[in-house]
T-cell receptor
């Protein structure tokens, strides 16, 4: 079982729709969760981080965390063509061996079509 | 604040050579992490440095090494390059809050 798994995609949504990206993780000790966006040929760009159960909203983005189910998601409202990118879920586990180590999922390719 | 910078941005080497990549973190950030990104394996953690000390290391062979200087700038070195080392090498800097900010990366091609 992979440590961090994302819905395989690719995901295609029409402009203005809600895009839902999902991620599960295997280490129950995981404490910190991040969503990055990566455009083709570019480096990952931080969108959001979440530490506590529940929802966290930032503009059109909402991150949701459920530690009991070991599940984290990212919702993008009013999707725009400029949101077309690969979305990466990343996790930091607790403990000394976690220093500076983000464990990434394989990424979900999102395409928003006009 | 200026972001994370990496040099060089592109590099072409041949098998058996060695390479050194450089990373300058965001001002005030003391932690630098390095990652390798390939189409097949995705983003994989190489190692992390904090205050000139390696605190964590990923599952890569000893050909991959790094160091950090007193000004928090970091370098990574790959010796005896193999074709499979062709990848995008990313560094990320962090303050004590764990959130990592990535540099633009160095794209290495090994021929």
């Amino acid at each position: 079982q992979k440590e961090v798994e994302q819905n395989s995609g690719p995901l295609s949504v029409p402009e203005g729709a809600i895009a839902s990206l999902n991620c599960t993780y295997s280490d129950r000790g995981s404490q910190s969760f991040f969503w990055y966006r990566q455009y083709s040929g570019k480096s990952p760009e931080l969108i959001m981080f979440i530490y506590s159960n529940g929802d966290k909203e930032d503009g059109r983005f909402t991150a949701q965390l459920n530690k009991a189910s070991q599940y984290v998601s990212l919702l993008i409202r009013d999707s725009q063509p400029s949101d077309s990118a690969t979305y990466l879920c990343a996790v930091i586990t607790a403990g000394g061996t976690s220093y500076g180590k983000l464990t990434f999922g394989q990424g979900t390719i999102l395409t928003v079509h006009p | 604040k200026a972001g994370v910078t990496q040099t060089p941005r592109y590099l072409i080497k041949t098998r058996g050579q060695q390479v050194t990549l450089s990373c300058s973190p965001i001002s005030g950030h003391r932690s630098v992490s390095w990652y390798q990104q390939t189409p097949g394996q995705g983003l994989q953690f190489l190692f992390e440095y904090f205050s000139e000390t390696q605190r964590n290391k990923g599952n890569f062979p000893g050909r991959f090494s790094g160091r950090q200087f007193s000004n928090s700038r970091s370098e990574m070195n790959v010796s005896t390059l193999e074709l499979g080392d062709s990848a995008l090498y990313l560094c990320a800097s962090s303050d004590s809050q764990e959130t990592q900010y990535f540099g633009p990366g160095t794209r290495l091609l090994v021929l």
